[in-house]
């Protein structure tokens, strides 16, 4: 859980006991969680969460809040996160923008191989004027959801970034 004063919190799942917090961080955003992100040669647990005064997306090793690495990002004030596992197993990252503007979407590509987590830019689309925080994405379809903060949800492709349709 981000706590927008400067703090990421982990739970157990199981009872909601505290498993730890990282405090001082400029202003934390949204947080998702994937598995089996390969760190070394070892398969582990992520949560990457923006941190929006930075321009950048942090990643931690589950569950102790371990951070493996600080991706730049080009977006400003950079809000929503979600990954995406595809099929070949890659884990991306797609980074929304709390200010609209032209390819506002952001896919980087996260790579843990030499022990620190690193992202590579694959592509950039979707042209808003409206902020857009919430995104979700279904694995099993392919399929990136896009929530305008007032009006609608557009989806996409996710492996290529094309539009799909709007509701």
């Given at each position: ?81 979600v ?19 032209t ?19 694959v ?45």
């Amino acid at each position: 859980i981000t706590h927008k004063g400067g703090d990421l919190r982990a739970f157990r799942a199981r009872d909601c006991s505290s498993v730890a917090t990282i405090t001082g961080m400029a202003n934390p955003n949204n947080v998702d969680v994937e598995y089996g992100l390969n760190l070394g040669g070892v398969n582990v647990d992520i949560a990457v969460m923006t941190e929006r005064l930075n321009n950048r997306l942090l990643v931690f090793r589950l569950p102790n809040l371990v951070q493996i690495g600080a991706i730049p990002t080009v977006l400003p004030e950079p809000m929503g996160v979600v990954l995406y596992k595809n099929l070949s197993g890659s884990i991306n990252a797609f980074v929304s923008s709390k200010i609209p503007t032209t390819n506002l979407i952001q896919q980087y590509q996260l790579d843990g191989s030499s022990g620190t987590v690193t992202g590579s830019l694959v592509r950039r689309f979707g042209d808003y004027t409206t902020e857009v925080e919430a995104l979700s994405v279904d694995d099993e379809q392919n399929r990136l959801y896009v929530s305008h903060e007032i009006s609608k949800i557009d989806v996409y492709n996710a492996i290529n970034g094309n539009f799909i349709q709007s509701f």
